[in-house]
């Protein structure tokens, strides 16, 4: 059975990291550039989040907020489910099923190792 460690094997690292400052204008147009429905929010080494589409439309447009004066640590998600290297793909559409999400956070030990994503 596949693993969330072959997922991430097979995967190409698009440049889609963005500090948890960076203004929402800034990653939307970062979003679109690199044509993926989310970004990592990063500070440091350590992973903070996850700004989507979805964050960006219930947090910023739904609640009145400006793209350009907004950061994006105050919109991200921050409560997805985390899945572990020897996941199986099986157990992670389980996952994403059970907590209606998109997306899984993967660790290796404690260290972030990537998004999985429904596709």
């Known amino acids: ?3 969330v460690r072959d997922v991430l094997k097979t995967k190409t690292k698009p440049f889609n990291e ?4 960076t203004r929402v204008i800034d990653a939307l147009k970062l979003l679109n550039s690199v044509n993926l429905s989310y ?3 990063i500070d440091g080494d350590e992973y903070k989040g996850i700004f989507s589409e979805r964050d960006y439309s219930r947090n910023v447009i739904l609640k009145g907020k400006h ?3 907004t950061q994006v640590d105050e919109v991200m998600t921050t409560d997805l ?3 572990v290297l020897s996941d199986t793909v099986e157990y992670c559409m389980n996952l994403m099923n059970s907590h209606k999400t998109r997306y899984l956070l993967a660790y290796d030990d404690r260290h972030f190792a990537g998004v999985i994503t429904i596709h």
């Open 1 to 3: 059975m596949r693993t």
């Open 39 to 41: 970004l990592v929010i």
């Open 18 to 21: 963005v500090s948890p400052s």
């Open 67 to 69: 793209s350009d004066t």
């Open 81 to 83: 489910p985390i899945v």
